[in-house]
Each structure stands twice: as structure tokens, then as C-alpha cells.
């Protein structure tokens, strides 16, 4: 019987091939089969690439595949489907259920390759015995070339590439390389692994000697100094790596080679290695609540206690890194559930804005913070981001201006500024989300004679040629500068900055979220001297600068006024009164308190009654102290002569310290709200 099915199957697979329509049976040593393991592992396919049986599933991975086969494997994508008249291939038998073929639980009835009589009947992959009468040698272990022949599957221990999923052109270049695939024990091939794709040649990657990119060159990805510029190498040397030929940068960029330096450039700058502590649960427990990411876990002073609204500088970056390069601390502030009666202590928050180590590009800044700028490029940077953006403080109400010319093409190697775009972008300040108004204006120009005009409330200005800027701040803060510089050719040059808005002394901003609806007065109160929130207290009534009649016995300072006039000014005094315009905040300025001096702040629901959520936020000789409002919120702040007593503040050192003792006021319940007509505390 078995002699009239080969003969069947015989002429059944010729008229197959003889009308080329690539019909397959799943033989290994067949080339038009789908299932060709070919004369080299390199060109097999995967099982990816099989066509799938399974009639109520396109998917041969999807695990109802499991139900419908016993033993847990696609037997029908191993070894394809029954033939006619319910057959398969000698060794098989037909799972007439699933129409698929199985390994047959009997004797086959043919011997394995150590004792074989028969031949493949392949030419290419001859087997040591004599024929044994059927196509394919059917035993349990590979040919000599090491092409697996079990027909069903493949042998326990065999290996086989996969399909490589990286990009075109890469496989094998570099570090890139296909998967590889393990036979299992039951015949079955088990799952790809071991894949090496491109990565972006970066920070260590660009000093490791290896094609991590797959490009043909090592250690000269995007972030290893190459600009992306396309311009002619003449030379075709390295020009910023100080070693061999990487094609980064083209004769625009590249310092001229010595003659006793062939290779180009040596950075013989020693980078600062990053100090890292031990991983640990609480950084509170090791006596280390300073700001740090000791243990570089992500996380600043975890497990530090602080108090509601208290703030601190942070750096989120390796420790010893700190003020090192462009790296600038960020800010953090203490979260408390005031709503729970045993919440004493609050946790710090995220560390946030400020400038944290990142890749060294060519720059001339230390951008990684390692002591080294523009770390092993070699470059000549056509932009200059070590500018010192805060030699002229910014103060509030004055106008900063910028000249871009003096940070981008210092050297005249391009010649146009005139005819790049320039983008200058800042991030808004702590008061503008909460406003939901961007509470400074800015402006570009060609030139600094056409500068100006007040500019617009936006929080970035754009345009050919715009090399010129200036902003003019209300509010005290940090804020990140951005430019942006692009070239008609389509290069890309950037810098960012921390502007540092200052003002000296005692400065107490207000902002909330109803303006233009809401009246809210902000109120400061002197310990020892005021006895009543309306008339010993520096507020509307009496504490503006053309409206001023409170003495409190501190001489006059020169300061600027909310037009950007520098003349003299009252202390304490009250810069803006905001009764109905949008977007706009108060602020009290003292800029000469005495050590020792204490002082109440206090906010008070003038008008309206809709729902109100204030937000206080104290400087200390410039630097953010405490922010009050933010989380959480105050709550139940609707109506006329409430008074929310926010802090107390104490000034410590003469009136150029940044140094001040602030005790928020609390009850169980959270913030305290009183009314403006009782002066208690």
C-alpha cells in the first residue's frame, strides 16, 4: 500500500512542479518549498515565513493553537497538511481531525543516518549509505554539511539564524546581527534571541571603539559631535575625534591638523568621574538631606522630612557634578495632605526645571558637566552656549536684551545671521500656568536699534534674521532661554540658559486663577509694629508707590518702577493692585530688611464670591523660599473680607542675604482663613 501512495505522490508532486505553482509539502530539501533549509544556515527561513494551516486562525503563535493541538505546537506549519486521500509522508500519519500530518507512534521502519541504507536522492547533500528508496533522509541528526534533515521539524541542539528586523544595509556591518533560534527537545525550534540592532552612538558609546550604529564607522553618531553638516572633507580626515577617518565634520568645521599630528585633534581634557553612592531606601536614614541624588537613583532627599510650601534648590544629576558646566540646580518643593490631622511632615516633591547633565555636543560648553567642554570632539563650535547669560541680572520690570551675535558665528566662518532663522523660546513662569496668561513680553529684531516697543505677551519669538532680543519679566523666578539657529542649508544650532530674575530683599508675588472676575489683596504685616491687617499692614490703601503713606522706618532705594524706570522707590511697597485686569499678579517688595526682622503675610477676598485658589510664592534675596496654593489648594476661599493667613516669615543676615526662616500657618484642617477686619494670628 505504501508502494501505491509514493507512486501517487510521485507523480502528484512532478505535475506540481512541472506547472510551476510552487505547491509545497513542507520538504526541507526542496528549493521551491516554502520549508527549504537551504545548503547554508544563513539562507534559512524562519518560521515566521510559513504559510499558515490553521484554517480558524491566521496567526500559528496565537495559544488556541494549544487546544486544538495536544502537544502544544503548530504540528500543521511543521509538517503541512494531509495529503489526498488523508496521506502523508513516511514517518508521518494524518490527524484527520485537523487534516495535518504528526509524527508517526509507531515504527517508521527505516533506520537512522548511523546505519542508513538509503540515499536523499539530493546531489548536493549526499548521504554515507546506499539509497533507501524514499526523498529525504529521515533520521534524527544532520548531513555532514550540517543541514538539518528530519523532515517533521528539526534535531534537539540545532541552531538557525533568524530574520533580521533591523534596517537595510545593516546586518552584519558593526555590531549588528541577526537572532539565532535553538532546536528543543520535542522537535520544535524555540524563540529567537540574541538580536543586536543600531543603537545612537552616545555619552559612552562614542568613546568604545565599536559601530554600535551599524553605519560602516565607529564612534561618530549624531551625539558624538557630528553636526550633520554635509559640506566637502577635503582631507578626509577626522577633524573631531583624534582618531582615523569618521567623516564627522567638513572643512568648515575642523581644526587644521599639525604636521606632527596626522590623526587631527587630541582631547587631553580629564574627565570628573561621576561619585555615586550605594542604592538606598532612604537617603533621610544616611544623614544626606542636601539637595543631591547621592545614590543617582533619580530621586532627591528621599525620605527627608520638610514642612507645606517649604522649597529648596535640588540636582538631579550625578553629586559632584553639581555647578559644574552648564549644569544648573532645579527646585523642589514639599507636598503635605494638610487634610490628614497627623500629617506634620510632608516629602519632597519632583525636582524640577533647572539643567541636568546631558550629551556633549559641539558647543563649547560642558554640557555632560565633567569638567571637560565639547568632551573628546575636537570641534569649532559655530556656536557659543557658555555665553554668560546672567552677566547683566535680569530684574523685574526691566527689559534684558540679548545679542545673539555675540553666542552664534563669533568667528564670521559663516557670515548669516542676516539670513538665518533665529527662534528664541522661554518656559513660563511660576506664576503664568496658574494665571493661565504669559505674564512677560518679549520681542526680536535685526538690530538693537530696532528693538524697540514693548513686544508681545508670548512665550517665543521667530524669524529671519532676529539675532536681537529682549523680554521684559514681572515676576521674580527661573526661567529657560532656548535659541535656535538655522541655516539656510537646513543646519541646526542650539543653546539654553537659566535666567535668574532677581530682586533683592523680601519680595512676596500673589497669583490665582480667577483674575479679571476675582479681586484678591495681597497684605504684609510687621511683627511689633502692625496692629491691624487695614492700616499697620503694607497693602493697596496705603503701600503703593504713588500712594504711600506707611513708615516702618526703612530709607528709600532705587529700584525700577512697573513702566522700567529706575528711580526712587518706598519700602516696603506694593508694585501692581490688581482689581480686574486678566493674567495680572501682585507683588510686595522690601529690598532692605534688618536681621531679625518678622513679618505676616496675608491675602485677602476683596470682591465677588466665585471659588478662588490663590497661589504665594516668597523670595529671599532672589531665591525662591516657599510656594503656598499649589498643592494642595486652598479651599472654601469665596467670600468678601476673608483672609487667608499664609505665613510668617523671618529675616536672617543684612538686606543683601537670601537667607530667611518661613513657618506656614496651619491648623488641623489645613490652611487658616480668618477675616481682614481681626489683625490675629
Known amino acids: 500500500m505504501k508502494i501505491k501512495y509514493f507512486i501517487l505522490l510521485t507523480i502528484f508532486m512532478l505535475f506540481a512542479v512541472s506547472c510551476g505553482s510552487g505547491l509545497s509539502f513542507g520538504n526541507p530539501n526542496d528549493k521551491n518549498s516554502d520549508a527549504y533549509q537551504g545548503d547554508d544556515a544563513d539562507a534559512e527561513k524562519t518560521d515566521g515565513e510559513r504559510p499558515d494551516v490553521d484554517r480558524n486562525d491566521s496567526d500559528p503563535s496565537d495559544p488556541d493553537d494549544d487546544a486544538e493541538n495536544p502537544s502544544g505546537r503548530n504540528q500543521g506549519e511543521l509538517y503541512g497538511e494531509c495529503y489526498p486521500n488523508k496521506t502523508c509522508n513516511e514517518g508521518l500519519e494524518c490527524d484527520e481531525e485537523n487534516n495535518i500530518c504528526i509524527k508517526d507512534t509507531g515504527d517508521s521502519g527505516h533506520t537512522t543516518p548511523d546505519g542508513d541504507s538509503g540515499d536523499s536522492g539530493d546531489t548536493d547533500h549526499p548521504d554515507s549509505g546506499a539509497d533507501s528508496g524514499h526523498s529525504g533522509d529521515t533520521g534524527e541528526e544532520p548531513d555532514e554539511d550540517g543541514t538539518p534533515t528530519d523532515l517533521p521539524g528539526c534535531n534537539e541542539g540545532d541552531s538557525q539564524k533568524c530574520e533580521y528586523e533591523g534596517p ?20 520544535t525550534w524555540g524563540p529567537c534571541s540574541g538580536a543586536v540592532l543600531p543603537v545612537i552612538e552616545s555619552g559612552e558609546l562614542c568613546r568604545d571603539g565599536l559601530d554600535n550604529d551599524c553605519d560602516g564607522l565607529a564612534d561618530n553618531g549624531g551625539y558624538c559631535g557630528d553636526t550633520g553638516d554635509s559640506g566637502p572633507d577635503s582631507d578626509s580626515d577626522s577633524g573631531y575625534h583624534g582618531s582615523g577617518n569618521t567623516g564627522g565634520y567638513s572643512d568648515q568645521y575642523e581644526i587644521p591638523q599639525d604636521e606632527d599630528n596626522p590623526e587631527g585633534c587630541v582631547d587631553t581634557c580629564v574627565p570628573i568621574q561621576a561619585e555615586c553612592l550605594s542604592e538606598m531606601a532612604s537617603e533621610a ?83 555632560n558637566c565633567n569638567g571637560c567642554i565639547d568632551d573628546q570632539l575636537c570641534c569649532q563650535p559655530p556656536i557659543d552656549c557658555a555665553y554668560d547669560i546672567n552677566a547683566e541680572p535680569a530684574r523685574p520690570f526691566a527689559y534684558k536684551t540679548i545679542n545673539g551675535n555675540e553666542i552664534y558665528d563669533t568667528g564670521h566662518r559663516f557670515n548669516d545671521a542676516d539670513t538665518a532663522t533665529w527662534e528664541w523660546t522661554l ?31 508670548s512665550n517665543s519669538v521667530s524669524g529671519v534674521g532676529l539675532s536681537h532680543f529682549k523680554v521684559l519679566f514681572q515676576l521674580s523666578g527661573s526661567y529657560l532661554l532656548h535659541l535656535k539657529v538655522t541655516r539656510q542649508n537646513g543646519e541646526v544650532y542650539e543653546c539654553s540658559w537659566i535666567i535668574r530674575v532677581v530682586s533683592e530683599g523680601l519680595r512676596i508675588e500673589l ?17 511689633g509694629t502692625t496692629t491691624s491687617w487695614t492700616s499697620g499692614a503694607c497693602y493697596y490703601n496705603n503701600c503703593k508707590n504713588d500712594k504711600h503713606s506707611l513708615d516702618w522706618e526703612y530709607p528709600n532705594t532705587m529700584n525700577y518702577d512697573t513702566n522700567g524706570n529706575w528711580k526712587n522707590m518706598y519700602n516696603p511697597r506694593l508694585d501692581i493692585d490688581n482689581i480686574s485686569q486678566v493674567g495680572i499678579p501682585e507683588n510686595i517688595n522690601l529690598d532692605n530688611p534688618n536681621d531679625g526682622d518678622t513679618f505676616r503675610i496675608g491675602v485677602n477676598y476683596y470682591g465677588n464670591s466665585l471659588p478662588t485658589h490663590p497661589v504665594v510664592n516668597v523670595y529671599c534675596g532672589g531665591t525662591l523660599k516657599s510656594t503656598f496654593g499649589v498643592e494642595p489648594q486652598v479651599s472654601g476661599f469665596n467670600a468678601k473680607s476673608e483672609l487667608w493667613k499664609v505665613a510668617e516669615v523671618k529675616w536672617d543676615g543684612d538686606y543683601t542675604s537670601d537667607t530667611c526662616v518661613i513657618t506656614p500657618k496651619f491648623s488641623d484642617s489645613g490652611y487658616v482663613l480668618g477675616t481682614v477686619t481681626t489683625y490675629d494670628w
Open 168 to 187: 537595510a544595509n545593516t546586518e552584519d556591518v558593526g555590531t549588528c546581527k541577526a537572532a539565532t533560534r535553538t532546536c528543543k527537545a520535542d522537535g
Open 285 to 367: 536614614a544616611a544623614d544626606l538631606c542636601d539637595g543631591l541624588d547621592n545614590d543617582c537613583d533619580g530621586q532627591v532627599d528621599e525620605g527627608c522630612p520638610c514642612t507645606a510650601g517649604q522649597t529648596q534648590t535640588c540636582f538631579m544629576g550625578p553629586p559632584n557634578y553639581r555647578n559644574i558646566g552648564a549644569c544648573v540646580d532645579g527646585v523642589q518643593t514639599c507636598v503635605v495632605n494638610l487634610k490628614d490631622p497627623k500629617a506634620v511632615l510632608g516629602r519632597w516633591g519632583d525636582c524640577v526645571g533647572g539643567m541636568m547633565p546631558k550629551i556633549d555636543v559641539c558647543d563649547n560648553s560642558d554640557n
Open 511 to 527: 497669583c490665582w486663577d480667577t483674575t479679571g472676575s476675582v479681586d484678591l489683596d495681597l497684605h504684609l504685616a510687621k511683627v
Open 427 to 457: 518656559t513660563k513662569g511660576p506664576c503664568d500656568i496658574i494665571l493661565n496668561k504669559i505674564s512677560f513680553k518679549v520681542k526680536g529684531a535685526k538690530t538693537f536699534e530696532e528693538l524697540g516697543g514693548e513686544g508681545d505677551n
